[in-house]
């Protein structure tokens, strides 16, 4: 049960009232419920109530808004106060912030950090070095490291300084040069005898990431081996900064949405719903709706191709949106499966003939599974036993064309270094459906010549 | 770069020549590392392999392998060993374990497991009761907890000896009726004076979930509270055992898989691509396009419907693939924003009449710019000016409605108390085919009455 939904609309009116009994509701309430009443509020008492809280605690709630929410907000406050806040920040989490405000406001703060808390601005501009979405840009450069000669009392000691770090879940222990030599679990800390030297109780076997690699591949590296918090090192080898287990959750949960987006034929979106503007959604729905159709002019090229077929046996026409959608969908099934085949890593280039054989089996008896519904529906239809048999071979034909297509086509862009989610449904959609309708047709020319010869004179 | 892919080869050569190496290669290797090797030998080698070693050491691999692994070694492994090495694994791991294995050999190993470790058989028994995909499920009952009572020291003494339990972020305090107090992060309990008691040093406030809770909103949760341990209570409010971020990761990865082949309509596999079985796959994809197929009929009936104006104007049968298509791509990125924003909580029931607005002005103007390039396109494959305002016009009517019944439809079905994920697609499909012909061949009789009446005669 979600606090704010108990108490939302009081604390509402509690906030909206008097804006400094924030701080002591911050002593027993989760931030992120109060994060969730404030992004509730109109931007102006949002801005009211964080501005009468100390700055450490304004970014505890600040840090947890939305995007558009924050940029809201940061509009009322001004610069100055949002650099207030910013400077309490984990850098990870000031660096998002800053991405996620607009190119002025952005400036704006930077500018005024660079007086509110120098260290801060510093640790802005090494994570600015990354692109966007990397290793990088996601780390923290707030952890705990002690050097080789350290005991675990010292380690301990470390742990207790470090006030600004949120989560502490590993001591770093690093050489004189930055280079990682092992690391140590809090749990082995607790249980050490403190007079050790951390050398006897460290593990050595590193695991690590560079700084450019993309974030959906430190999310699957932390999620095969179970981390929690993941160093970033650099091409020297020195120890950068680490990225929390938390931030990869939300990688999972951004890179998914993005996916579905992407599935559903719309440009990933950097809002939410409700937050992208509407000619944000008119660009990224528009461009992929324009590919599609663009793509599907061809079927009016093939179909006047068989202008003479339509003319003389005019039922043809009927079975067209059907026989072509199926075809679309068998390959829309084989494609959403090997691109998450490719996704999770299973299916690799090399597979592909596996693969081909697979669709290859699955179209024709999927096909042929259709194809008897296909043929008894057309019988009741009335459309007699010859055009029901032309139907029952262009389902088997377009179902299995449709798996071949679907599959083949995500590694052939694979393989030409396109990404396949991203450029797969265009071409599957109208490969697929122009194929069809040349398979439908040369059954259809083939099996009622006669029919077609007769209408012609 | 994945250890298994430098020394891989080499590796397999010495654990097949070997079996006994590879006790020694775990205090080097990463397990994950180890069972990506294992998970490349053939059944046989890799039950020998783990066959070889110590059943603690055989289940840091073992938990790590595929369902499908798991299951062909515990075919050559043979039901006494297995239930040796599930013993050894963490209680969630060992009812994954179970549950993957098939159900002869799921339940030889439960019996066994009976008289090799009754402790992890009446483990086994308690997760048991939940049902699959629950918080229940997925929860391990090896924590790490202290009584109110308890000194800093005692707690780090319970720290010390959970050897079980395999990462120990957190050590709860409950009351003696199981009743959780509080919780200390480790962190707390490094830096505290080991003299003071742990009740001056807990957080009361514990964020948990009942046992019943779905996975998928597990995750959410841990997500939204950025947890690395979320505590199961149950109804009474007593302690049952606590889930793990790493578990949570698994999961969120789980349900996107899902989620791409559901968008995909494919019913979600079970195992990956190329370990699901033929006919599993044909099951799993067969239902869902059999479903669209006999949705799609419905368009066969509504252009018989229209059979007089057809056999008037054969022109306008080419365009029916384009249009009836286009709609469906407008209504199928409406399905996929709401879909997933339902997902993640943005878009609500009671939001329908924002969604609406909303997709009604994006439908008309994205319908309007298609409309553009397609009357266009109509004058210059000939077909005059006229065609092209039929065309134009049904362009606007039908993405206005497809973005409509796109976005509605997951909506109601949620409404109704469907997964709007696994149901919107057929629906979606067939209803704007159908929909889409009714206005294109509505517009034609309005505009082409003349040409339609002339050829009739």
């Not at 003939?353 to 096909?367: A, F, K, N, T």
């Not at 396109?418 to 069809?436: E, H, R, Y």
Request: glycine content about 8%; some cysteine; overall charge negative.
């Amino acid at each position: 049960m979600r606090v704010s939904h108990l108490i939302g609309p009081e604390l509402r009116v509690v906030l909206q009232e008097n804006p400094g009994s924030l701080a002591s509701l911050l002593e027993e309430l989760h931030p992120e419920d109060i994060a969730d009443v404030i992004a509730g509020l109109r931007a102006d008492d949002a801005a009211k109530v964080l501005a009468g809280i100390a700055p450490e605690d304004a970014a505890l709630i600040f840090e947890r808004l939305e995007d558009d929410t924050q940029g809201a907000i940061a509009e009322r406050m001004g610069p100055e106060s949002v650099a207030h806040i910013a400077a309490e920040m984990a850098p990870d989490d000031r660096i998002e912030l800053l991405d996620g405000l607009n190119e002025e406001m952005s400036t704006a703060v930077r500018e005024r950090l660079r007086n509110v808390d120098p260290e801060a601005a510093q640790e802005v501009a090494e994570l600015d070095r990354w692109p966007a979405h990397s290793a990088g840009r996601l780390m923290t450069t707030e952890y705990v490291a002690v050097g080789p000669s350290a005991s675990v009392q010292d380690a301990i000691l470390a742990v207790r300084e470090a006030v600004e770090a949120e989560t502490v879940h590993y001591v770093y222990v690093l050489a004189p040069n930055e280079q990682p030599l092992g690391v140590i679990s809090l749990r082995d800390l607790v249980v050490a005898d403190p007079a050790l030297p951390v050398s006897r109780i460290l593990r050595q076997n590193i695991i690590s990431v560079p700084p450019t690699m993309d974030q959906e591949d430190v999310a699957k590296y932390m999620a095969k081996y179970d981390l929690i918090a993941l160093p970033v090192v650099d091409a020297s080898g020195a120890f950068l900064g680490i990225i929390t287990v938390d931030d990869i959750i939300d990688v999972l949960t951004e890179e998914q949405t993005e996916d579905v987006q992407r599935l559903g034929a719309v440009e990933p979106l950097e809002d939410t719903y409700f937050a992208t503007k509407f000619w944000v959604f008119i660009r990224k729905r528009g461009s992929w709706l324009l590919a599609l159709f663009l793509g599907e002019f061809f079927t009016g090229t093939a179909l006047r191709h068989f202008d003479g077929v339509l003319q003389a046996v005019t039922t043809l026409s009927f079975y067209v949106p059907l026989l072509v959608s199926t075809g679309g969908n068998s390959g829309g099934q084989s494609s959403s499966l090997v691109i998450r085949g490719m996704a999770v890593g299973e299916i690799k280039l090399t597979d592909w003939w596996r693969v081909l054989v697979r669709e290859l089996g699955q179209g024709l008896v999927l096909g042929g599974f259709l194809a008897t519904i296909g043929f008894l529906r057309v019988m009741t239809w009335g459309d007699g036993p010859r055009f029901a048999a032309v139907v029952a071979l262009t389902l088997v034909g377009i179902v299995t064309m449709g798996c071949v297509v679907g599959s083949m086509l995500p590694l052939l862009l694979k393989r030409l270094r396109f990404d396949p989610a991203t450029s797969s449904a265009p071409f599957i959609a109208s490969l697929v459906d122009v194929m069809g309708i040349f398979i439908y047709f040369t059954f259809a020319k083939i099996i009622l010549a006669d029919v077609i010869a007769a209408a012609g004179k």
